[in-house]
């Protein structure tokens, strides 16, 4: 049974089970956004959700991975195209606030603040636990016949 889903407020066709990002496909766009930095043309790169190229917003839910999330009926889609206006996503991110303060995690290696104490050195070695050593026997005991080494001559009769 095909649904249809709204893209950039245009009805279009789809069928179940398809992905928002192969809805795209099909109106014929092979992008849908743009970067930040450079203005250039995203849209499907891996297909598996890893790279967060093919963001979109659903239903008013910003950085939707559109290969990942399958349409339902109704759905409204809207890209960052310049046709969409460039705003699907929340347009430019706001600008950061001033750090201040001590970082909440110290940092191994790095420069200490003044007035606050470096954190003690974890248990747990830079790149994860270390595996166990492996087992080394120790040397066979001599044979009971035997003295103990290093106790010849040491005896009390003379």
Do not use: K
């Given at each position: 049974?095909?649904?249809?889903?709204?893209?950039?407020?245009?009805?279009?066709?789809?069928?179940?089970?398809?992905?928002?990002?192969?809805?795209?496909?099909?109106?014929?766009?092979?992008?849908?956004?743009?970067?930040?930095?450079?203005?250039?043309?995203?849209?499907?790169?891996?297909?598996?959700?890893?790279?967060?190229?093919?963001?979109?917003t659903?239903?008013?839910?910003?950085?939707?991975?559109?290969?990942?999330?399958?349409?339902?009926?109704?759905d409204?889609?809207?890209?960052?195209?310049?046709?969409?206006?460039?705003?699907?996503?929340?347009?430019?991110?706001?600008?950061?606030?001033?750090?201040?303060?001590?970082?909440?995690?110290?940092?191994?290696?790095?420069?200490?603040?003044?007035?606050?104490?470096?954190a003690?050195?974890?248990?747990?070695?830079?790149?994860?636990?270390?595996?166990?050593?492996?087992?080394?026997?120790?040397?066979?005991?001599?044979?009971?016949?035997?003295?103990?080494?290093?106790?010849?001559?040491?005896?009390?009769?003379?």
């Amino acid at each position: 049974m095909p649904l249809t889903v709204h893209v950039d407020g245009a009805p279009h066709p789809a069928r179940p089970g398809q992905t928002v990002a192969a809805v795209l496909l099909s109106t014929g766009r092979v992008s849908w956004r743009e970067t930040r930095h450079g203005g250039r043309p995203r849209g499907v790169f891996c297909g598996i959700g890893v790279c967060y190229d093919c963001l979109v917003t659903v239903n008013g839910l910003a950085g939707v991975r559109a290969c990942r999330r399958e349409v339902r009926e109704g759905d409204r889609i809207e890209t960052a195209s310049p046709a969409a206006g460039g705003e699907a996503l929340g347009g430019p991110p706001p600008a950061a606030a001033p750090r201040t303060g001590a970082p909440a995690v110290d940092v191994p290696g790095a420069v200490p603040q003044p007035g606050r104490e470096p954190a003690p050195a974890a248990d747990v070695p830079v790149g994860g636990p270390v595996a166990p050593s492996p087992v080394v026997e120790a040397p066979a005991a001599p044979p009971p016949d035997e003295p103990p080494r290093g106790t010849a001559g040491t005896g009390s009769g003379a």
